[in-house]
């Protein structure tokens, strides 16, 4: 059974996870009304990965005996401008959520709830390679800068860079 500060903690994350995958959807849109297309199938991919992220939650604490609470979103951002804003957007957003994680697995020490701190392993190392990730696409993109010859082959390749491994091309 879940103590009910874990139980509020990884609902709050459930929150988290479920706007991350809302802000990537509305960027994948974006960058889909702007002729970025693989850039958009990344996003696309990316948004689902939030989802499945959300979902792991929601199926851990109803599992444990707890209630997960499918939360109300925020509305997006919906210009982003251009693509080093978007993708600088998003890494802050990926520090931002791995503190919450951080804080997390905090949370179950101080609970002595190893079985919560144990199952949150995966986003701790998640967390790592969504980072790294999007470091190495803004590295690209100042590469690149205004570059138009640049731009056109990132939006080509980053289509096919998988999150979940991390794998380039
Ligand atoms: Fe689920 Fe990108 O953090």
């Known amino acids: ?54 979902l792991k939650l929601v199926q ?9 609470l499918i939360p109300q979103l925020e509305q997006p951002t919906k210009d982003f401008n251009k693509l080093t804003n978007l993708f600088q957007t998003l890494l802050d957003h990926e520090v931002m959520v791995s503190g919450e994680i ?10 002595k709830d190893y079985t919560t701190h144990n199952f949150l392993q995966w986003y701790v190392a998640e967390q790592i390679e969504e980072e790294a990730l999007a470091r190495t696409i803004m590295d690209k993109l100042n590469m690149i800068g205004e570059d138009k010859g640049g731009l056109y082959l990132f939006d080509r390749d980053i289509e096919n860079i998988s999150i979940t491994t991390g794998e380039q091309v």
């Open 60 to 68: 851990y604490v109803n599992e444990r005996g707890g209630k997960a």
């Open 102 to 111: 951080n804080d997390l697995v905090d949370i179950c020490l101080s609970e």
């Open 1 to 54: 059974m879940l103590k009910d500060k874990i139980e509020a903690a990884l609902n709050s994350q459930i929150k988290s996870e479920a706007q991350s995958s809302q802000i990537y959807l509305a960027m994948a849109s974006w960058a889909e009304t702007q002729g970025l297309g693989g850039t958009a199938q990344f996003l696309y991919k990316h948004s689902d990965e939030e989802r499945m992220h959300m």
